[in-house]
């Protein structure tokens, strides 16, 4: 049997705390001996109030911080193994926020997600060229290819992030917030492309998002972040309930079934 897209095992993640008083500051716990298997196949929705820790979950898990316990097996391997072009091969990482330090079309960001497949001194060919803009279409943005990446608004930068990921093609996506900057017909869009994703091409998602109703209706799995260092991981039936939701975000949340769908309301 082969292994597991990613594995983690007693995994720790603890940050110092907010303030900034002098002497001995203990650190605050995030994540305490968090154990998960994630397949092809299997989309799994990272839960948690603001602040509880999900991106530095996403960090650690995409080998963008170390952990402070515990180990992060990727493809059977120890993260820590892997040359970080060979990293990049087997998971992609789309931030809550990017920042474009200088002006490039959009085709020419995108272009970046090939390069991990490309040899140091190689360019990029007609066929890295059309699996871009595959990307680009997939997102909606075809037409935008040639703007400049810095002209565009929050969302459209955000859609050419999931181009990108895309594009770099990955078995493994790790996404923080994909959906928060997207109008509401984007958002579903998003969530069809990368349910199509997971069903036709066997990945595996990793994301984290706020809308408890969205998450519903695509992950089959879920993390569920409680506080101080609670995590819950296992199928969206078993960790998406009355109890554990109000519990982990400090306010009474109820389920109601309507038109076929599942809608989290506060009460």
Do not use: Y
């Amino acid at each position: 049997m082969s292994a597991p897209l990613l594995r983690v095992s007693n995994l720790t993640v603890a940050v110092p705390p907010a303030s900034r008083a002098t002497g001995l500051r203990p650190q605050r716990m995030l994540v305490q001996g968090l154990n998960l298997s994630a397949e092809p196949g299997q989309f799994w929705c990272l839960l948690g109030p603001n602040g509880a820790g999900k991106t530095q979950l996403l960090h650690t898990l995409a080998g963008a911080r170390p952990p402070t316990a515990g180990e992060v097996h990727l493809g059977g391997k120890p993260l820590a193994d892997w040359p970080l072009v060979e990293q990049a091969c087997w998971r992609g990482l789309v931030p809550q926020a990017v920042h474009d330090a200088f002006s490039a079309s959009v085709l020419e960001v995108v272009l970046q997600g090939r390069h991990p497949h490309l040899s140091r001194w190689q360019w990029e060919g007609v066929s890295e060229h059309a699996i871009a803009m595959a990307a680009l279409e997939r997102v909606g943005l075809g037409a935008l290819a040639e703007r400049d990446v810095t002209t565009l608004s929050g969302g459209e930068r955000q859609r050419v992030a999931l181009a990108t990921v895309l594009t770099q093609d990955p078995p493994l996506l790790l996404l923080d917030e994909p959906l928060a900057h997207l109008d509401l017909a984007q958002q579903q869009r998003m969530l069809s492309l990368l349910s199509q994703e997971v069903t036709g091409r066997q990945r595996c998602v990793v994301m984290s998002v706020h809308d408890l109703s969205l998450a519903q209706r695509v992950a089959t799995h879920v993390l569920l972040i409680q506080g101080s260092g609670r995590v819950l991981a296992g199928p969206v039936a078993e960790v998406m309930t009355e109890p554990l939701l109000s519990a982990a975000f400090g306010h009474r949340l109820t389920r109601l079934e309507a038109q076929g769908q599942s809608w989290w309301l506060p009460t």
